[in-house]
């Protein structure tokens, strides 16, 4: 197996020594790795120079999409590998890759149980995923994909045409990504022992900034989807997997219209209230049980984000449904 790395970069410098040393140190002869800059206005072109890496410039729309199409389709080898520019591989990646790989089309890391930082914000991102990935995902392959470390076949990525550049930024375009190649009938196997850590931090207003394009974005690409691909991925987990989210929130708007009603004197509300609270909380008892186990006191403030982060859900998705009433699909 030979692969490309593709690595995107948009003002990168200051992780990307400490993303590429990595994953230079383990190349076989064969491999290539490769920097598509995304029209960056700090030093990421000279850095890379210096760390000696071919770096080219994105041809594709800014954003995500187009950076990673653009050395997706210059890649000769039988496998292209996308790195994020501040996600750092482990020891011992390239064979732990290389033994994941058969009969299937695509491979999937994991991101790390660690975080960077002390911000509780960034554990709670970083651990949410890492929890999904890991403990809500049942079975050797994932529905969705998370292009912060994955592998996928270069023939397979073309036949495809790459990522849809209609998607702005970085949201959901590795998840229609990975619809479309399961309904060609490929396979994205898991690969659980490739933790990634994420030197990406984030303050509480970016978390949930965040978060509101990252729901609004999914809600939008169900609202426009084509119907003959089966099931929609709206997460890197499955529906049934995604149940406690989906029930969480619903029902933590029921404690918040409880709440409401209670205060405007019904008796019933506080009741109402109760159980909103209670059936959410009982949905993410294993999230918060494994967070605190791992992440201690940093991991009992990142659970505090779980309530506000459920309700996000339901007015992020209204605003997606305005949005594509009023003729927008992206």
Known sequence: MSITVVVPVHNNSSTLKRVIEPLKRELLPGDRILAVDDRSADNSRSLLGELEIEVVPSTGETGA?????????????????????????????????????????AVQAVYSRNAVGESAATFYKNYYYFHTFTRRIRGPYIKGCGTFFFAVKTDVFRELEGFDENIAGATIEDADFSERLWAKGGKIVIAPEIEIFHLREYTTAELFSYEWN???????????????????????????????VLSGAVFSWIFIIGLLMWAAGSAQGMLIAAA????????????????????????????????????????????????????RRY
């Open 276 to 327: 909103g609270l209670a059936i959410t909380a009982a949905g993410q008892a294993s999230f918060k049980l494994h967070a605190i186990q791992d992440g201690g006191f940093r991991g009992l403030r990142a659970c505090m984000f779980i309530l506000p982060d459920l309700l996000l859900i339901v007015p992020a998705t209204m605003a997606a449904v305005f949005t594509f009433l009023a003729g």
């Open 65 to 105: 999409a187009g950076t990673r199409n653009t050395g997706g389709f210059l890649a000769e080898t039988g496998w292209i590998l996308f790195v994020d520019a501040d996600a750092v591989a482990p020891a011992g990646w390239r064979e732990q890759l290389a033994e994941r790989i058969a009969d299937v089309q």
């Open 214 to 244: 990252m729901m609004r974005a999914k809600a939008l690409y169900i609202l426009r989807r084509d119907r003959s691909r089966g099931a929609p991925s709206i997460s890197v987990a499955g529906f049934r997997e995604m149940i406690p």
